[in-house]
């Protein structure tokens, strides 16, 4: 099972505190893999910290509650449509999280197309070094889960933002002056800093292309 969680500190929490308590809630789990990342100046519609997490077996309900300076958090998990991984070992790197809500009368074939076409981001952008599209299965109000890790900011905010295959195709469904918009305009788009790549997130069940 996989879940990924937005988390909001309350005003005056001690961040070292706060991370040290998590990390031993998360250690003590029957976690296969996990990631906590405070998400950096630029972020919207998140919290303060993302938090990404692979269970071995059954998630655990209780693994946020009563931790000490939390305020409030957005959990949900999801299952892969396509992922993909090219630098299982990736240090130093930037991952970031697209949260996103697509409208719940729009058709199939369009709900469809979206998530094709998103998917095929990483084969025009080789600044994606590891990705992961998801659907959301538990109750939210979120419907889909767009992930990617980068070597470097440079390579989300530049390359990715600004890449003519963004603006000619991803971009329509976001528009709302576009016929083909089915995604609602309030989104969680936050990064954080990444000290080894979460490729295990990735790796696992992967249908997606691997290089």
């Not at 996989?2 to 998590?22: I, K, M, N, P, Y």
């Not at 990715?160 to 963004?166: D, F, G, N, V, W």
Request: glycine residues 8%.
């Amino acid at each position: 099972m996989r879940e990924t969680a937005q988390l909001w500190l309350s005003d005056g929490s001690s961040v070292g505190e706060f991370e040290d308590a998590l990390g031993k809630r998360l250690q003590a789990a029957d976690l296969r893999h996990h990631h906590i990342g405070r998400n950096l100046e630029g972020s919207v519609g998140g919290g303060d910290y993302t938090l990404d997490l692979l269970w071995a077996d059954a998630p655990t309900a209780d693994l946020l509650t009563g931790l000490g300076g939390l305020l409030r958090d957005d959990r949900l998990a999801y299952a892969p449509l396509v992922t993909g991984c090219r630098q299982a070992d990736m240090t130093n790197g930037i991952r970031r999280t697209l949260l996103l809500r697509v409208h719940p009368n729009a058709e199939h074939s369009s709900v469809a197309r979206f998530e094709q076409e998103v998917a095929a981001m990483p084969d025009y952008m080789e600044g994606i070094r590891n990705w992961s599209l998801g659907r959301v299965i538990s109750p939210s109000r979120w419907t889909h889960v767009w992930q990617q890790e980068y070597q470097q900011v440079e390579d989300l905010l530049g390359e990715y933002l600004m890449h003519p295959y963004h603006w000619g195709y991803i971009d329509r469904f976001f528009d709302l002056d576009s016929p083909d918009c089915i995604v609602d305009q309030h989104l969680a788009h936050c990064f954080s800093p990444l000290a080894s790549s979460a490729h295990t997130l990735y790796a696992n069940n992967c249908k997606g292309r691997q290089e």
